[in-house]
């Protein structure tokens, strides 16, 4: 069993406010988790109005497989074109 995990940090520059920020987070995580099959939450920077941080998570019983549906949630985000700055850090699991 493989676990991957992807950390995401976006850049938000549209959000004037909080709320702004959460409307969007919330829609983001949920068309994700709807689109691809994976667990999304904020896990950072909650109270910062321009800068969200989510974890993304998948179990799959092969490396490729997790790698692949990781790369294509991060390749969903930059379509979205919500960010002006994205950094991704994606780890495997081997459990």
């Known amino acids: 069993m493989v676990v991957g ?3 995401m940090l976006l850049w938000l520059p ?3 406010s909080l709320k702004d920020k959460r409307q969007v987070v919330k829609s983001l995580k949920d068309r994700i988790r709807n689109h691809f099959n994976v667990s999304v939450a904020e896990v950072g920077d909650q109270q910062l109005w321009q800068k969200a941080h989510l974890g993304v998570c ?3 019983v092969d490396r ?3 790698n692949a549906r990781l790369d294509q949630v ?3 985000v930059e379509r979205l074109q919500l960010t002006s700055d994205m ?3 994606i780890e495997m699991i081997n459990l």
């Open 5 to 7: 995990v992807m950390d």
């Open 14 to 16: 549209e959000a004037h």
């Open 58 to 60: 998948t179990v799959s």
């Open 64 to 66: 490729r497989d997790a």
């Open 74 to 76: 991060a390749n969903f």
């Open 87 to 89: 950094d991704i850090r």
